[in-house]
């Protein structure tokens, strides 16, 4: 199929999607797909979102001028956008206007895939804007032939898709005037205020503030060849590297910019393209490039590890401690879980924010709500 026929077969299926959707009384949206990409995601249906405002300490931002996407008082998002993984943005961004004190000073940055065929990006925008009217938003497309020369395969294979490798390229893709950007992946819930993280102020000459966890075996995260090779492990020489997720990420764009940190990333793709030096996805090049150089941000905003490990996804407790944002990284994901029957105790945190309606009536069961009930108790 051309490209251009493609694009326009997608926003016409989507489009009238919507608007049939629209015009019943339930006021329900649904997402669909065309041709290919209508094999990874169902038909499915989102509630629409009430207007959250702002409290009446927060700024009143300009909404209407060009100037006004540039303005540096927004506290900025991004997040892919993939139809596999729509309803767990979808719960990600309502739970951060949920708790967020300025809801309307929030910009999200999406990206999507933007290939020859059928474009996600122009297909998924119409769906966000239906369930989010209100929302501050852009959605950039991502041709994945700029990364697909470069990926290896790693220990599962919805780590090796390339939009896990888009955060590469934020600083690209945003415009010059974005200096700063929160990275969020699609599986985290925020249960806190996101300007509290946004304050974050990134130390000496950090390009990236994240929660760190200096406790982890940092070596298994590379193989014995990197290891033995001192040309290779010369990078951390001088330097105490600890394992950092990079599913919650406080970026500086312009620093990004200044020491082209893309063709860093892209230079120990390479290396693993001839050697391999690690298993893990797009994890390891941000360790490579940035371990013990990363402002450490409190655990609290990234209990991670909830989705299982990457080979039984197993259920996990949470973490001692307070919890700003909840993060089912790992093989399984809650809306899996909570579909299938068998979810864990903390899945049951994920729900509440889920915009999916799935026919046949209530969805909550007496017994899910006694197990709610404990979990809260946890807290």
Known sequence: MPSQQ????LLVVVTFAVSTCVSLASRSIPATAASSLIDEMPVCEFS?????RNGQTCDALDRGSSESACDPRLVRVAMTLDLRYLRGTVAAVHSVLKHASCPENIFFHFVALSNSDLSQSDGLEPVLRAIFPSLRFKVYGFDQRRVDHLISPSVRRALDSPLNYARNYLAEMLGPCIGRVIYLDSDVIVVDDIHKLWEVQLSGSSIIGAPEY???????????????DSGLSAVFKGKNPCYFNTGV??????????????????GWMAVQKETKIYELGSLPPFLLVFGGNVTPIDRR????????DNVSGSCRSLHPGPVSLLHWSGKLKPWDRLDSGVPCLVDYLWRPYDLHKPTGGSRTTRHEMDRLHRLKKMF
Not at 48 to 52: A, H, I, N, R, S
Not at 249 to 266: F, N
Not at 301 to 308: A, D, E, V, Y
């Open 6 to 9: 493609g694009r326009l077969l």
């Open 48 to 52: 629409e979102v009430p207007e959250y």
């Open 214 to 228: 200096c406790h982890a075996d940092f070596a298994k995260y590379f193989t014995g060849e990197f290891w033995s």
């Open 249 to 266: 990420m406080v970026m500086d764009l312009s620093r990004w910019r200044a020491g082209d940190y893309t063709s860093r990333m892209e």
């Open 301 to 308: 905003w990234n209990q991670h590890g909830l989705g299982g």
